[in-house]
């Protein structure tokens, strides 16, 4: 279960918009938001967002607690880049899932639970659901994908290799060999000489959000096709495989049953579901994949949900999304166009 959070938190560097999701994802506490170090008392604890500007500090030599804040896996419908409100943050008191360099408390969680029959069968339910629906983290793209006519003549392996921002914390914490999208492209392209090899930037790239990492122009050098805009859950169903470094599409290929082969330290990898090219000697438990699921959708996530603020479960969260994907627009409103060169720079 998540472990217990003070009745008293201190919130350091949150902007006025995410200073009402604090609240909301951290209900019961009373939230103190501060703009400095200065302005925090010896002996609290203090939340922060995990990627954020004050992720580096010595906390220990403050005498302060942190309490580390970042999105969800399921989050909404359209990029948090893009400032689109969340469904789910995680609150974790260790570290932070994408951070391999430290225990997290989904990692002690995975680690330690007792995944009893009820559990597993609520966790096997979503994951069906979440199949069925084709929910991802994000929920975008407009152009359905299909195999290429050819490869599907010739019998082809289809190896879907995401990228990812290569300024991301997770590759920073998280990818202590492979660290590159290209570096990435081509050990696939190594393991797999004769696969159609189909390269999806970040929608976060895609969209001039973040920058491209390096030589990723170069892309096709690689493989056999770049997909561009394409909805990542039908996407995952019509591949074989993944490669990843530590994306979450690997967590999602895995709900649909795919082979992932992890080039990072992921928090799916170690657990005996994914071929993995590092070792991960904190965690020597194999587990089901009913049992990743409960642990990363079900208990380890905080939802809130978008009609009232509050807490909700992951399954009405699951609910909410499909109401609003399905009355989503294929376009942005013209305000987060405008806003998208700002929040570039940013």
């Not at 490869?151 to 914490?173: C, F, H, I, N, Y």
């Not at 959708?297 to 969260?317: D, F, N």
């Not at 499909?322 to 405008?338: M, N």
Request: hydrophobic share 45%.
């Amino acid at each position: 279960m998540r472990e217990p959070v003070p009745s008293v938190v201190y919130g350091l560097g949150f902007s006025w918009r995410k200073r009402a999701l604090v609240r909301n994802f951290l209900p019961g506490c009373q939230v103190l938001f501060v703009r400095s170090l200065k302005q925090i008392p010896i002996g609290v604890t203090v939340a922060l967002w995990a990627s954020g500007p004050h992720r580096d500090v010595d906390w220990a030599a403050w005498q302060a607690t942190p309490l580390w804040l970042e999105d969800g896996f399921l989050r909404s419908v359209g990029l948090g880049a893009d400032l689109v409100r969340p469904l789910s943050w995680v609150v974790d008191t260790r570290g932070m899932y994408y951070d391999a360099t430290r225990p997290s408390d989904l990692e002690h969680l995975l680690q330690t639970t007792d995944f009893d029959v009820p559990i597993q069968a609520r966790a096997n339910a979503l994951r069906q659901a979440l199949v069925r629906s084709g929910l991802t983290k994000y929920n975008v793209g407009q152009q359905p994908w299909r195999r290429p006519d050819a490869v599907a003549q010739r019998g082809q392996a289809v190896v879907l290799v995401p990228g990812q921002v290569e300024t991301d914390a997770s590759l920073r914490k998280g990818a202590p060999g492979i660290h590159t999208n290209m570096g990435l492209l081509q050990a696939a392209r190594a393991a797999h000489p004769d696969a159609w090899l189909v390269y999806k930037p970040h929608p976060d790239v895609v969209a001039g959000l973040r920058g491209q990492g390096i030589g990723e122009a170069a892309a096709e050098q690689w493989c056999d096709e770049v997909v561009l805009d394409a909805p990542m859950g039908p996407m995952l169903e019509a591949v074989d495989q993944v490669h990843v470094m530590t994306s979450l599409a690997g967590f999602e290929a895995l709900l649909r049953g795919k082979p992932v082969t992890c080039h990072g330290l992921p928090f799916y990898a170690g657990w005996g579901l994914t071929t993995d090219a590092l070792p991960t000697p904190r965690r020597g438990r194999h587990l089901d994949l009913d049992a990743l699921v409960a642990g990363a959708l079900v208990l380890y996530p905080r939802y809130a949900s978008l009609a009232t603020g509050k807490p909700c479960t992951v399954e009405q969260a699951m609910a909410e999304l499909l109401v609003w994907r399905a009355r989503s627009k294929p376009a942005l409103p013209w305000w987060r166009r405008w806003l998208r060169p700002l929040i570039r720079h940013s």
